[in-house]
């Protein structure tokens, strides 16, 4: 009996998450370090700006403030985040031209293998290679604990992180989240 209940929650962290906890919830908490903290607004924090090179020309992520934007980290070698790939090319089509902007963000140890994933299946929108600790960086300031992948961040027009999604979605799940902030 022990070896099924096992069996169980090894193959539950397999589908839905790939990392050291699962939580499959929404998180709006407000953030537990007040340093980092937004003052103005202390139950939505700021974005974490960051910049990446794209087709030759620096970007940053506050380039996109009054757009809604959905950040998710995800791997090549995580079964969940490949699961959840599809369902965001497709909201990517759906969405085009609307105020709306996905940017994927790789955490693999190596840049080659997102390389050689996006070769084989190419994604309609931004995929950017992880090169710090951006992911335990938005962890911090969302008073998020769970070091796990797929994991989403979304960013309302404003500038501000207003969900926090751990674990895998559908499309149906990313979309209603993202319709309240279009």
């Keep these: 009996m022990k070896s099924i209940s096992i069996g169980l929650l ?20 407000p953030p537990t370090k007040n340093s980092e903290v937004n003052t103005q607004n202390p139950h939505y924090p700021e974005l974490v700006d960051f910049s990446w090179n794209e087709n030759g020309q620096e970007k940053k992520l506050s380039d996109f403030k009054g757009k809604v934007i959905l950040l998710n980290f995800w791997a090549t070698w995580c079964p969940p985040c490949k699961r959840e790939l599809p369902d965001l090319s497709s909201i990517a089509r759906d969405l085009d031209g609307k105020d709306f902007k996905i940017i994927g963000i790789s955490v693999d140890e190596q840049p080659g293998a997102m390389e050689s994933y996006l070769k084989a299946n190419s994604l309609p929108y931004t995929v950017i290679h992880e090169q710090g600790d951006l992911l335990g960086k938005y962890m911090s300031v969302t008073g998020g604990d769970q070091n796990v992948i797929p994991q989403t961040f979304i960013i309302d027009k404003k500038g501000r992180v207003v969900e926090t999604l751990i674990g895998s979605r559908s499309k149906q799940d990313f979309l209603s989240l993202i319709n309240k902030y279009l």
């Design 10 to 29: 090894g193959l539950s962290l397999f589908f839905f998450a790939c990392g050291k906890n699962t939580d499959t919830s929404t998180s709006k908490k």
